[in-house]
């Protein structure tokens, strides 16, 4: 599946109609810039049900606009996994702490699905790579911790795309488990990223730290 930001309903449309997936795709506002709607989207092959929009707290500077995460659940077969598209604002929109509050309202409604019965996958766009921390000590597994820097052009080195889950653990089959694509053909000032995931065993779920 894919978790896409910085798009709007056309563009959503566009890619889902040409790759032939289903797509939940809610904005979070006006782009001050290009003057059209922009927020987040998923993508998958497989059925998407129980779309929601999660606004998260903290308006950013100048522009006062807040940012929204969007979650569903992915259906394949008997496995449902409850999904999360997010981009947080940059650090010259929010401040640290206000962006590390907006994380504990993501971790606070995955866990709450956690809590009834579904895996969760937390991915996109942190605009930070310490923030990881908060999700790791919260009991989430961090299978792209380690693959290198994922921004381009004037950000290149920073590492601010990541994945998270919980009830999911990285695909242990002797390939990777997840990685950066290099070449984006310039489609964006960050790469793509990547993870296989699949369910965790029980004893295997990470607990939070106390």
Known sequence: MLALQEMDAPGVERVARELRLNAVYFPSGVHPKHERDF???LLSPWPL??????VLPHAARGTRLRR????????RGAWRVRVYSVHLPSPLGVSGGSRREQARVLIADADAAFAAGLP???????????I????ARAGYAWPTRDIGATAR???????????????????RDGASSAGV????????????IWARLVPAPAAA??????
């Open 39 to 41: 927020g987040c989207a």
């Open 49 to 54: 049900e129980d779309p929601r929009k999660l």
């Open 68 to 75: 929204a995460a969007v979650s569903a659940v992915v259906v």
């Open 120 to 130: 969760v996958a937390i991915v996109g766009d942190f605009n930070s790579h310490g």
């Open 132 to 135: 990881g921390e908060d999700f």
């Open 153 to 171: 052009w004037a950000f290149r080195g920073l590492r601010y795309d990541h994945v998270f889950a919980r009830g999911l653990t990285a695909a």
């Open 181 to 192: 694509v290099a070449d984006n053909r310039d489609a964006s000032d960050h790469k793509p």
């Open 205 to 210: 779920t990470p607990e939070p730290a106390p």
